[in-house]
């Protein structure tokens, strides 16, 4: 892993330390990093590729499907079990 996919992973375990689970915007993340959108996407698309992270599509009714989804963090959830 680049120091990018670092970053969002650790965006998203910042934002998942309750649940488990985040539900972040893109450019939520992108400000957090401050990267842009298609490097931040790149990088989801990696970590879920290494089954580090789970995304949850999440379409909202109310806003004709623009919305966040949702991250799970794998590795957070299997050091709960």
């Not at 893109?26 to 790149?42: F, G, P, S």
């Not at 995304?55 to 957070?76: D, F, K, T």
Request: charged share 30%; aromatic share 6%.
């Amino acid at each position: 892993m680049n120091q990018t996919e670092r970053d969002v992973l650790d965006t998203i375990r910042r934002y998942s330390v309750k649940y488990g689970a985040a539900h972040l915007k893109h450019e939520t993340i992108e400000k957090t990093i401050k990267k842009y959108n298609a490097i931040v996407r790149r990088a989801i698309r990696k970590l879920e590729k290494l089954e580090i992270i789970e995304r949850i599509h999440y379409i909202r009714p109310v806003m004709s499907g623009l919305g966040a989804n949702i991250y799970v963090n794998n590795l957070l959830m299997t050091s709960r079990n």
